[in-house]
C-alpha cells in the first residue's frame, strides 16, 4: 500500500508543478512540437533567423532582417523547444494584449501586405495546430467571402482583421 500512495502523491506533485509543461495538455504539447519541429530548419533544437526565414518562405511571405530580430527579440535568449512553449503560456497568460495577437496571427498568413492567398490559407488551417476539416475551412472562407476576390483567390486581410480585434478611436 505505501507504493500506491507515494505513487499518487508524486503524481499529484506532477500536476501541481509550476513547469511550462503542466500549462498544457500532452495533446498541445505535442502539436508545439510538431510546429517546433516544422519551424527549427537546421534541426539543432533553436530557432534561428535562417529559420524562420524558411517558414515565411514557404508560406510565400518576405520577411526583412529587422521583422526576423524583432521576432527573435522576444525571447531574452536562445529559442529552445522549452522557451517557445513558454512564450506561448506567457501570451495565453495574458501578457500579450489578444487584439495584437490575432491580427499578428492572421499577418502571418499574408503573401503580401494585405492579401492572403486563400489556398495557402487553406492548406495551413488543414495541415497544423487543432486541424480543420474541409467543411470547416470551407465554413470559413463562405464567411469571410465579402473579402474575397473569387478571380485571383486572394483575400483582403485588413478587413478580416477589423471583424475580429477592436477599433482604435
Known amino acids: 500500500m505505501a507504493p500506491k500512495g507515494s505513487r499518487s502523491s508524486s503524481k499529484k506533485a506532477k500536476k501541481s508543478g509550476s513547469n511550462v509543461f503542466d500549462m498544457f495538455t500532452q495533446g498541445q504539447v505535442a502539436e508545439f512540437k ?10 539543432d533544437g533553436v530557432l534561428s533567423k535562417d529559420d524562420l526565414r524558411g517558414v515565411f518562405d514557404e508560406i510565400g ?13 522576444e525571447s531574452e535568449g536562445p529559442i529552445n523547444f522549452s522557451t517557445f512553449l513558454g512564450m506561448f503560456a506567457a501570451k495565453q497568460s495574458g501578457e500579450v494584449d489578444a487584439d495584437e495577437v490575432v491580427e499578428k496571427s492572421f499577418r502571418a498568413f499574408e503573401k503580401q501586405e494585405g492579401v492572403i492567398d486563400c489556398e495557402n490559407f487553406r492548406n495551413m488551417l488543414m495541415a497544423f495546430g487543432d486541424k480543420f476539416s474541409t467543411q470547416e475551412v470551407d465554413d470559413c472562407l463562405k464567411a469571410f467571402d465579402e473579402f474575397i476576390d473569387e478571380d485571383t483567390g486572394l483575400m483582403e486581410s485588413n478587413g478580416l482583421i477589423e471583424l475580429f480585434v477592436a477599433k482604435s478611436s
Open 34 to 43: 510538431d510546429g517546433f519541429a516544422i519551424m527549427d530548419r537546421d534541426r
Open 61 to 73: 511571405r518576405l520577411a526583412n532582417e529587422d521583422q526576423l530580430g524583432e521576432m527573435l527579440a
